[in-house]
Every structure is written in C-alpha cells, then in structure tokens.
C-alpha cells in the first residue's frame, strides 16, 4: 500500500524525463485525495501561482490519478472530464475486484 509521499515520488518521476527533454521543471500544483488513492495535478513551475488570465506554458498536462493499493499510476485525458476518468477508474476497480471473487469461488467449486 502506497502513502501519498511515495505516491507522490511515482508522479514526480514520471514527470522528470519530459521535463528534462522540453527544458522545464515540472511541480505537482495540487493533490485530491480520492477514493481509491489520489489525484495528482501538475505544471510547468514557472506557472505555479500565475495571475487569472495568464496563459499556462504547458498544455495538455492531465493529471495522473494513483492508486494506493497497486500503485498503479495513470495518465489521464484532457479530452474527457477527470471527474469521468475517476468513475471510469473505479468501475474498472470493482469489475476487477468482481472477475478475482468469481476466480476464487471457481476454484474452491473445484
């Protein structure tokens, strides 16, 4: 089970090779905690704080969301709201966590 700092570290490494390769720093602006882990917001440094109205040096730049349990870490779409991709996400979970409870009887039936 992942915490939100090790979490945390995944994002930033992920982010690391990109930023090195577009000349950026790249910061995580803002963490949510979801259910299943954690959403992870990021952007160019450089726009951390920027005034309204002010365009982002980056775009494109979804967010990742990270779950505690398998650390998987994932890279969402900017073209579908992040709010749909942590439904989409957690329904993926409980299919999961459905398809091992049907395993598992299976195999005890047997």
């Known amino acids: ?3 939100e700092d090790e979490a945390r570290g995944l994002v930033l490494k992920e982010l690391a090779q990109p930023a090195r390769e577009m000349n950026l720093d790249h910061a995580i602006s803002r963490v949510e905690t979801v259910s299943f ?4 917001y990021w952007c160019a440094r450089q ?3 920027r ?7 980056l775009g ?3 967010p990742f969301l990270v779950d505690r349990e398998n ?6 779409a900017t073209s579908k709201p992040v ?3 942590i439904t989409d996400y957690e329904r993926r979970l409980r299919h999961e966590a459905h398809a091992r409870n049907a395993a598992a009887k299976h195999a005890v039936q047997q």
């Open 1 to 3: 089970m992942l915490t």
């Open 83 to 85: 709010a749909q991709q």
């Open 71 to 76: 650390g998987r870490l994932i890279r969402t």
């Open 37 to 40: 882990g954690w959403v992870f």
């Open 47 to 49: 726009d951390i704080g």
């Open 60 to 62: 494109g730049n979804g």
């Open 51 to 57: 005034p309204a109205g002010r365009r982002p040096t």
